[in-house]
């Protein structure tokens, strides 16, 4: 089965800097790889996909890029506010049939004002 | 709000007892599937329901067993607990579609074994 590997487990930047999490999967047969934002206490939302016809993906602050031949994708946070602090998780599926990710262990994001 | 709802919000239970955690899914969504999210952890699937059917199952025990309903609601059921089983329950709701990559999490159910 999918196996997906996310570093770092802890971040702490500035209020400002830029953040970046990395991600890596095994199974070369995924094809979508969304990322989730889960605020403490609180439930996973959705916050940027890519799929795997494209390179990179971009929505205001927060961009993803994927890299297939590497098998790794990554999320990036710029001008980080301390709004963004909370726990980020990547994930790899396979599209077509039932949506059943695999998640990374997750990311505790620290902004510090 | 994204709709789904999870009850109870926090639960204690003995080693050994069973526990039923249920999740109404959000309107017009017919898949639900089930993640244990232990403390630290990312979210790990348990199994997921389509028409009152299994879809896929996780690496988890067949004491983890679930239910689907007409309406779409779901059930988990685990018995003979254990304090491994302590963990935050997540259930999540995807729209019809072979192509749907969306899910929606509840809030979760926070059980704690001891």
């Known amino acids: 089965g999918e196996n997906v590997e996310q570093h770092p487990s802890t971040l702490s930047v500035q209020e400002g800097d830029s953040a970046v999490i990395k991600c890596t999967y095994s199974?070369?047969?995924?094809?979508?790889f969304p990322w989730y934002k889960q605020e403490l206490g609180k439930r996973p939302q959705l916050i940027i996909d890519?799929?795997?016809?494209?390179g990179e993906k971009k929505d205001q602050r927060i961009a993803v890029t994927l890299n297939k031949t590497a098998k790794h994708f990554s999320l990036h946070i710029t001008e980080t506010q301390p709004e963004d602090s909370a726990v980020y998780f990547c994930a790899a599926s396979i599209t077509g049939g039932s949506y059943i990710p695999t998640f990374g262990r997750g990311t505790s994001l620290i902004v510090h004002p | 709000e994204t709709g789904v709802t999870q009850s109870p919000t926090h639960l204690i239970k003995t080693r050994g007892q069973q526990v039923t955690l249920r999740c109404s899914s959000q309107s017009g969504h017919n898949t639900v599937s089930w993640y244990q999210q232990a403390l630290g952890q990312g979210p790990q699937f348990i199994f997921q329901y389509y028409r009152e059917e299994e879809n896929g199952r996780g690496n988890f025990p067949p004491r983890f067993s679930g239910l689907q309903f007409p309406n779409y609601s779901s059930e988990l059921n685990v018995n003979a607990l254990e304090l491994d089983d302590s963990a935050l329950y997540l259930c999540?709701?995807?729209?019809?579609?072979?192509?749907?990559?969306?899910?929606?999490f509840g809030q979760g159910t926070r059980l704690t074994v001891v």
């Open positions: 999540a709701s995807s729209p019809p579609g072979s192509m749907n990559t969306e899910a929606f």
């Open positions: 890519i799929r795997s016809n494209v």
């Open positions: 199974d070369s047969a995924s094809n979508y």
